[in-house]
């Protein structure tokens, strides 16, 4: 998890500190450390607080960054999953212990296509999203989902709406994130928001009472369970996703543009230009994955190793695309793989608009029609496993 800051550090030595929990499995104990953030060369030092003695010298640490430390998030140091549970001074909370919270957020099936335009209201509304999947919802899912509902009069059509077709859904990340996604929904029946909020996403992409566009957690308590449920983190797998695995092609988003905040406009125009998407989801690529995803560039492309570095530098969002010859059709749709060849000769293209170089040209599109089924399989079937 990683969200956006604006350190400005106002000494050489500004650091910040925390109290982190790590379980040692063999002493099965739970120990407690300080840990210390030293922002200008991102080295990181621990205490052990119940023998007081330093546990780890200052060492650079370069997976760690300002935007992973925030309290009630997870961090890796050295192998090391640690808990951070506090802030250990004023100075660190007052610049990191703002109201950073997580909610879920569900595009539900009557705004399934106009994801695009949702996303893109998310994401110029200051909220990150951090997870993201495409599932079709079985009724026990539903059902499961909706249950503190389960007593009232619309309980069933409810449910078979929320099953009629693909939601997407998004833990979003963001200052007071639950009370933000929820003024951006406005009220919970269309024609109201319609009148009293006209701006709000109900309003514009509601259909009535029960089909109103997107759910929203009430609490951040409801949060924590609701994301548990599609992005369990401890055990069980969450609802599936959609891939179909047949006439289709593979789309990624690069991690450049997903940062840039572009997700909702690839989408709504891969969308508006009549092609499916049928899965979709946000990964976290391991550069071990990136490797065997590019394998076929490896001493073909000058730029393979670039393309690792890319790959993984943050989220990246996959996709089943379908459509009549969609390999083909997509292909040209996204354009020449290098950005400037692009704007000369297709500046209509995804490449032309979004592209700043040959590695981060924006996406990835499979190259021939029988690699696109293998690439869909590499992150639906694989990679989510
Ligand atoms: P919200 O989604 O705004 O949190 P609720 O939790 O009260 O609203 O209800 C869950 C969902 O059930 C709503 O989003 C809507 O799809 C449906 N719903 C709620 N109230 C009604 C109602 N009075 N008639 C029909 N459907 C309703
Ligand atoms: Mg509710």
Request: charged content about 25%; some cysteine; overall charge neutral.
């Amino acid at each position: 998890m990683r969200r956006q800051v604006n350190w400005t550090p106002y000494s050489d030595e500004d650091r910040c500190a925390f109290v982190a929990e790590w379980y040692d499995p063999n002493a099965a104990l739970l120990r407690r450390y300080q840990l210390l953030y030293y922002t200008k060369d991102g080295s990181v030092e621990m205490f052990d607080m119940k023998s007081n003695r330093v546990f780890l010298k200052r060492t650079k640490y370069e997976d760690l960054h300002v935007e992973d430390l925030f309290v009630g998030n997870k961090i890796n140091v050295f192998s090391r999953q640690l808990q951070l549970i506090e802030y250990a001074d004023q100075y660190t909370a007052r610049k990191l212990g703002s109201k950073k919270e997580k909610t879920l957020a569900v595009i539900k099936p009557d705004a399934f296509a106009k994801m695009g335009a949702i996303i893109e209201l998310i994401l110029s509304a200051d909220l990150t999203i951090t997870k993201m999947k495409m599932v079709l919802l079985t009724r026990k899912e539903a059902v499961d989902f909706y249950l503190e509902h389960q007593t009232k009069t619309f309980f069933n059509d409810l449910i078979n709406f929320m099953i009629s077709g693909p939601v997407i859904a998004m833990e979003l990340l963001g200052d007071e994130a639950v009370c933000a996604w929820r003024r951006l929904m406005g009220p919970t029946n269309s024609a109201t928001a319609r009148s009293e909020e006209p701006n709000s996403l109900r309003a514009k992409f509601g259909t009535d009472g029960t089909k109103n566009a997107t759910h929203g957690s009430d609490s951040v308590a409801s949060a924590a369970r609701e994301l548990e449920f599609f992005f369990p983190t401890s055990g069980g797998r969450g609802p599936s996703n959609t891939a179909k695995y047949s006439d289709c092609t593979c789309c990624i988003i690069k991690p450049h543009a997903v940062s840039a905040k572009c997700t909702g406009t690839i989408i709504r125009e891969i969308m508006d230009a009549g092609f499916e998407i049928s899965a979709l989801q946000m990964f976290k690529i391991e550069i071990a994955n990136a490797e065997e995803f590019y394998e076929v560039y490896k001493g073909v492309v000058a730029e393979y190793s670039d393309m690792l570095v890319e790959l993984c530098a943050g989220p990246c969002i996959a996709m089943e695309i379908r459509g009549e010859d969609a390999p083909k059709r997509f292909r040209e749709f996204c354009g020449p793989s290098d950005p400037e060849i692009a704007r000369h000769l297709r500046p209509k293209t995804l490449r032309a608009r979004y592209g700043k170089s040959k590695v981060r040209n924006a996406v990835h599109c499979s190259d021939l029609p029988e690699d696109g089924l293998l690439e869909v399989q590499y992150f639906f079937k694989i990679l989510e496993n």
